[in-house]
T-cell receptor, first 113, second 114 residues
């Protein structure tokens, strides 16, 4: 069935280092892949998306890479800051399921000062 | 963007009772969504609520258990009926504004059923 999963449940990095959060997906029909950030006690917040026909997209301090050959998605955060500490979810969307996001299990990012 | 508020922020309820969660958006939106997030878990879509039509429920969720209202373009409610401890979760509403996949979430309602 459809599934989006994450490799590591917890990632601990030193402040200032780069973080890489990984995600595996199984549905090749997805149109978009999206990363959300959820801070403690809050709802998820959209970070960045990538269309399925792209392999890289950059935002402010974040880069998303898509490898369709191995069905792998990653979120790279440059110069990780304490405010980046949160749970990160990847999600996939395909237009045949209008409005429906399928979320992965989440990775907790801990930033050590 | 959109700013979303939810009420209540948390509640502790007894089994067998019902709780209605409110979701208010600061602008008119077509599509609203209700999710459940069990402790330490990911988000699972319960239903999509469009104004003027019946909500569309995902597999495993039924209207009798989770009735939804969508009276206008800025407001929706989700009721958790005949609650059991298994319903203890965070319930989140979200909206899509410009694209279906960029959703804005409320802060969630933390429900504990005893």
């Amino acid at each position: 069935g459809e599934s989006v999963g994450l490799h590591l449940p917890t990632l601990s990095v030193q402040e200032g280092d780069n973080s890489i959060i990984n995600c595996a997906y199984s549905n090749s029909a997805s149109d978009y892949f999206i990363w959300y950030k959820q801070e403690s006690g809050k709802g998820p917040q959209f970070i960045i998306d990538i269309r399925s026909n792209m392999d890289k997209r950059q935002g402010q301090r974040v880069t998303v890479l898509l490898n369709k050959t191995v069905k792998h998605l990653s979120l790279q955060i440059a110069a990780t800051q304490p405010g980046d500490s949160a749970v990160y979810f990847c999600a996939e969307y395909f237009s045949s399921n209008t409005g429906k996001l399928i979320f992965g299990q989440g990775t907790t990012l801990q930033v050590k000062p | 963007s959109a700013v979303i508020s939810q009420k209540p922020s948390r509640d502790i309820c007894q089994r067998g009772t019902s709780l209605t969660i409110q979701c208010q958006v600061d602008s008119q939106v077509t599509m609203m969504f209700w999710y459940r997030q069990q402790p330490g878990q990911s988000l699972t879509l319960i239903a999509t609520a469009n104004q003027g039509s019946e909500a569309t429920y995902e597999s495993g969720f039924v209207i009798d258990k989770f009735p939804i209202s969508r009276p206008n373009l800025t407001f929706s409610t989700l009721t958790v009926s005949n609650m059991s401890p298994e319903d203890s979760s965070i319930y989140l509403c979200s909206v899509s504004v410009s694209t279906y996949y960029e959703q804005y979430f409320g802060p969630g309602t933390r429900l504990t059923v005893t």
